[in-house]
T-cell receptor
Framework: NAGVTQTPKFRILKIGQSMTLQCAQD?????MYWYRQDPGMGLKLIYY???????DKGEVPNGYNVSRSTTEDFPLRLELAAPSQTSVYFC?????????????FGPGTRLLVL | QKEVEQNSGPLSVPEGAIASLNCTYS??????FFWYRQYSGKSPELIMS????GDKEDGRFTAQLNKASQYVSLLIRDSQPSDSATYLC?????????????FGQGTILTVHP
């Protein structure tokens, strides 16, 4: 199993540009999450999904959109990039129920908005 | 008050010593608690989970939970330079059935030879 994969690893965007951060998992997990991590800080939840077709906002959703058309994929869309979106983005997945709450993280995407 | 707060770092300990990492949380209804380790430039990885009051041991790691005091800690015995990393405390806030976690800001641990 590849686990959770993310692409790209690094990207530089100009202000106002758009991009999609890709995330895929091959563990058949129902739950998927997008976090951002700013330097010296913990993880902030952007969006999450409890299954295909079901998504909801997390703590910091402004400026982002998500979709979940399949169990495996959970892309994150930035429509109008702003310098405040410079961060490291992590995708994670988990399964259901007690003991299945472990979140498995992808390697991250480092985004720089100039 | 932050929902999940960790003791301010960085924390520096000599090799072989015990490193103690602390975390407090605000939601009394929280049931699940996690410690993640994050090496510089890498993604977080789970090292301990704890659900019941008391201690849980796994090798050199011991997680301690006190729900009455809303406090969870991680002890690392016989600290090694390879333990140098940022340690993130995470709490499942509220009564949701899925694993929506709230993370603390992290504590940087340095173990020096």
């Amino acid at each position: 199993n590849a686990g959770v994969t993310q692409t790209p690893k690094f990207r530089i965007l100009k202000i106002g540009q758009s991009m999609t951060l890709q995330c895929a998992q091959d563990m058949n997990h129902n739950y998927m999450y997008w976090y951002r991590q700013d330097p010296g800080m913990g993880l902030k939840l952007i969006y999450y999904s409890v299954g295909a077709g079901i998504t909801d906002k997390g703590e910091v959703p402004n400026g982002y959109n998500v979709s979940r058309s399949t169990t495996e994929d959970f892309p994150l869309r930035l429509e109008l990039a702003a310098p405040s979106q410079t961060s490291v983005y992590f995708c994670a997945s988990s399964t259901t129920g007690r003991g299945g709450e472990t979140q498995y993280f992808g390697p991250g995407t480092r985004l720089l908005v100039l | 008050q932050k929902e999940v707060e960790q003791n301010s770092g960085p924390l520096s300990v000599p090799e072989g010593a015990i490193a103690s990492l602390n975390c407090t949380y605000s939601d009394r209804g929280s049931q699940s608690f996690f410690w993640y380790r994050q090496y510089s430039g890498k993604s977080p990885e789970l090292i301990m989970s704890i659900y019941s009051n008391g201690d849980k041991e796994d090798g050199r790691f011991t997680a301690q939970l006190n729900k009455a005091s809303q406090y969870v800690s991680l002890l690392i015995r016989d600290s090694q330079p390879s333990d140098s990393a940022t340690y993130l405390c995470a709490v499942k806030i509220g009564g949701t059935s899925y694993g929506k976690l709230t993370f603390g800001q992290g504590t940087i641990l340095t173990v020096h030879p």
